[in-house]
């Protein structure tokens, strides 16, 4: 079973930058779209971001179009978001997981422990 692990995030200044990691264990993780979502206190996980098995496409929700963008490395198991602008309503816990569709959530395997992100002056 596949498990995913997220890194990267903390606190930081409106306006600031940060970049979070999500390592996948096992070999399929080059065979799925990949996507990140995000949970603030009190609200339902929402999708953030996605790019495809290959990386040649992304889609990204229109709060944070043209500030965040999402890659991935199938050599390492790993997908990446550059967080860049960001706002306080961008708090939340993010995570990532394997796409099975955006609306409603839906996602492959199962929730990691997240990583935060505060933003806050």
């Known amino acids: 079973q596949v498990q995913l692990v997220e890194s990267g995030g903390g606190w930081v200044q409106p306006g600031g930058s940060l970049r979070l990691t999500c390592a996948a264990s096992?070999?399929?993780?080059?065979?799925?779209?990949m996507g990140w979502y995000r949970q603030a206190p009190g609200k339902q996980r929402e999708w953030v971001a996605r790019?495809?098995?290959?990386?040649?496409?992304?889609n990204y929700a229109d709060s944070v179009k043209g500030r965040f963008t999402v890659s991935r490395d199938n050599g390492k198991n790993t997908v990446y978001l550059q967080m860049n602008s960001l706002k306080s309503e961008d708090t939340a816990v993010y995570y990532c997981?394997?796409?099975?569709?955006?609306?409603?959530?839906?996602?492959?395997?199962?929730w990691g422990q997240g990583t935060q992100v505060t933003v806050s002056s």
């Open positions: 997981n394997a796409v099975v569709s955006i609306i409603p959530v839906r996602t492959q395997w199962p």
């Open positions: 096992g070999s399929i993780f080059s065979t799925y779209t």
């Open positions: 790019i495809t098995r290959g990386g040649s496409v992304t």
